[in-house]
């Protein structure tokens, strides 16, 4: 079946301009998660759906990132007036949900460039 | 919040030798423990991961071992290969959240 997606692929923009990503998670898929990737580093917790509701938003850096889930499916992370250290990869992942050790599936991510 | 330490940030092996990453994690509700390998511009992919009420599982080439006592898990790799060269992460879970590692890059010399 058809994995994690993720658009753009690849996003150019201007400093102080708004930028919203896109996660489709795997179908039945409750859990969802945003990941931010920096150059050579590692995965940086954003925040985490189940369903449609944000149980832990606490890895949002600012006031400028927000994201929301609807029909329990895909969601969006908005960056707000952009500023260059928001320039990373933002991998979106999802999971089956609910207690225990289920596997995050990861999308193919989207790379923000802030000019 | 959870710390996830992992060392070393880099590692070359010649190929059929032996590669072991070690992490530490700093809460001990940590309760799901996974490694997933991100190849060059590719999106990180679950390779092994242990629950807490277990202390080491292996799947071929690759085995996981974890000491909760000492809040620490490890890697290992096996007979390696040069298609193992990627970054690793580890990661640990507690409600939900994973706390990732810094990674590690392994380089299989051939």
């Known amino acids: 079946g058809a994995g994690v997606s993720q658009s753009p692929s690849n996003k150019v923009t201007e400093k102080g301009k708004d930028v919203e990503l896109r996660c489709d998670p795997i179908?039945?898929?409750?859990?969802l998660y945003w990941y931010r990737q920096s150059l050579g580093q590692g995965l940086e917790f954003l925040i985490y759906?189940?369903?449609?509701?944000?149980?832990?938003k606490s890895g949002l850096p600012s006031d400028r990132f927000s994201a929301e889930r609807t029909g329990g499916s895909v969601s969006t992370l908005t960056i707000q007036r952009t500023q260059q250290e928001d320039s990373a990869v933002y991998l979106c992942?999802?999971?089956?949900?609910?207690?225990?050790?289920?596997?995050?599936?990861f999308g193919p991510g989207t790379r923000l460039t802030v000019l | 919040g959870e710390n996830v330490e992992q060392h070393p940030s880099t590692l070359s092996v010649q190929e059929g030798d032996s590669a072991v990453i070690k992490c530490t994690y700093s809460?001990?509700?940590?309760?799901?423990f996974p490694w997933y390998k991100q190849e060059l511009g590719k999106r990180p992919q679950l390779i092994i991961d242990?629950?807490?009420?277990?202390g080491e599982k292996k799947d071929q080439r690759i085995a996981v071992t974890l000491n909760k006592t000492a809040k620490h898990f490890s890697l290992h790799i096996t007979e390696t290969q040069p298609e193992d060269s990627a970054v690793y992460f580890c990661?640990?879970?507690?409600?939900?959240?994973?706390?990732f590692g810094t990674g590690t890059r392994l380089t299989i010399i051939p």
């Open positions: 179908s039945g898929h409750t859990a």
């Open positions: 759906f189940q369903g449609n509701s944000a149980p832990d």
């Open positions: 242990i629950r807490s009420n277990v």
């Open positions: 809460d001990s509700a940590s309760n799901y």
């Open positions: 992942a999802s999971s089956q949900g609910g207690t225990g050790g289920n596997e995050q599936f």
């Open positions: 990661a640990a879970r507690i409600n939900e959240k994973l706390t």
